[in-house]
């Protein structure tokens, strides 16, 4: 099992739509969660990062964190075309001192 | 404002050739990573360094060296280039080890 696991996709919205992202972990040592959306070509670039259970809000992103459940959500409200690309899950073992990534999810939000 | 500088952006090797890739950041950050990318796949990270004076290896260390050779600058070398090595790397930097990381333009390299 991957340490930290993403939906495969490629998912695609329509524009305007609510694009929801899913990531999950299978390391209870995992404290800290991080998004970054790469663009094609591109290195990856911070969204947000959650470290508390709950919600967090950040303009059209909202990160979602259930650590009973080991998940982490990235919902893009309001998707736009330029949000297509490739969103990375990485997870913050505070054991092993380092971070893992999933193998992203490519978004496509059609006009 | 540049942030995490890599050299170089695209380099072409035969089979057995050595290479050093450079990164340098000037954020004052502690923390700086190796990583590659496959097509379709994540960041598999290669070494790191938590501070200035330390490296550990990552997921994935065969066939490479680091030298974290001051707080700004963190460079991977190939000692001797293998097809298996064909990927982009991407250097990484971090305020600590559980900070966002602030990645580099990245390096295309070619195993031929």
């Known amino acids: 099992q991957k340490e930290v696991e993403q939906n495969s996709g490629p998912l695609s919205v329509p524009e305007g739509a609510i694009a929801s992202l899913n990531c999950t972990y299978s390391d209870r040592g995992s404290q800290s969660f991080f998004w970054y959306r790469q663009y094609s070509g591109k290195s990856p670039e911070l969204i947000m990062f959650?470290?508390?259970?709950g919600d967090k809000e950040d303009g059209r992103f909202t990160a979602q964190l259930n650590k009973a459940s080991q998940y982490v959500s990235l919902l893009i409200r309001d998707s736009q075309p330029s949000d297509s690309a490739t969103y990375l899950c990485?997870?913050?073992?505070?054991?092993?001192?380092?971070?893992?990534f999933g193998d992203g999810t490519t978004l496509t939000v059609k006009p | 404002n540049a942030g995490v500088t890599q050299t170089p952006k695209f380099q072409v090797l035969k089979t057995g050739q050595s290479m050093t890739l450079q990164c340098a950041q000037d954020?004052?950050?502690?923390?700086m990573y190796w990583y590659r990318q496959d097509p379709g796949m994540g960041l598999r990270l290669i070494y790191y360094s938590a501070s200035e004076g330390t490296t550990d290896k990552g997921e994935v260390p065969n066939g490479y060296n680091v030298s974290r050779l001051n707080k700004r600058e963190f460079s991977l070398r190939l000692e001797s280039a293998a097809p298996s090595q064909t990927s982009v790397y991407f250097c990484?930097?971090?305020?600590?080890?559980?900070?966002?990381?602030?990645f580099g333009n990245g390096t295309r390299l070619t195993v031929t």
């Open positions: 990485a997870a913050f073992n505070t054991n092993a001192g380092k971070s893992t």
């Open positions: 990484a930097s971090s305020g600590t080890l559980d900070s966002p990381l602030h």
């Open positions: 959650i470290y508390s259970n």
């Open positions: 954020m004052n950050h502690n923390s």
